[in-house]
């Protein structure tokens, strides 16, 4: 789903430096709550106020959205959240060995043409580098409402090392433990079902 361009996201971005998390220090990380493509921010800014004593980076490479999430996380006064406008593969190849506890991939583009599944975010190069940065029984939370890429996602968990501890095609959204985005809200309103998966690392 494509952001309308905002003018206002980098000048406000730029009066944020708090905000933002740089490349150069992830390497400092440790049980990490990672979100790679946050969108406009509703999940990770819910999350986070859910749980103020948990971490949480954002990455995300549409300014727009990152002007977004930014604007949310000043007006709630929410602390525990930084930002990365950036390319979430850039993270991943800085980031430590063992480093992430809980990676969550929400609604990530699809890319439905054949010739682009490699830059599908379960795409078995992708999830090498979340084997790497994962810690030992971290997790990968996978939430989609696009049937191909959630049965390429299965496929190509199940051909990883990872253990598939939850698959559900039809996610009711109620786990305690998960926040809808808003592109979640506006497909669950409209009747779409909602696929959810969740990786362990063993």
Known sequence: MRTKYKPWAKP????????????????????????IGCGKGAFIIKMAKKHP????????????????V????????????KLMLID???????????SVKVLFLNFSDPWPKKRHYKRRLTYEGFINKYVRVLEMNGEIRFKTDNDDLYEFSKESFLN???????DIYDYDGLDLE?????????KRNSGLKIHRLILRKE
Do not use: Q, R, W
């Open 160 to 166: 990883s090392s990872l253990k598939i501890v939850s």
């Open 12 to 35: 406000y971005i730029d009066e944020h430096p708090e905000l933002m998390y740089p490349i150069e220090d992830v390497k400092k990380l440790s049980n990490l709550h990672l979100e």
């Open 88 to 98: 979430g593969e850039k993270v991943l190849d800085e980031l430590d060995d063992n």
């Open 70 to 81: 930014a604007k949310g996380l000043v007006e709630e006064k929410i602390e525990n959240v």
């Open 53 to 68: 004593d948990i971490f949480y980076l954002a990455v995300e490479k549409n300014v727009s959205c990152v002007g977004s």
């Open 178 to 186: 998960d926040e809808s985005t808003e592109y979640e809200i506006k």
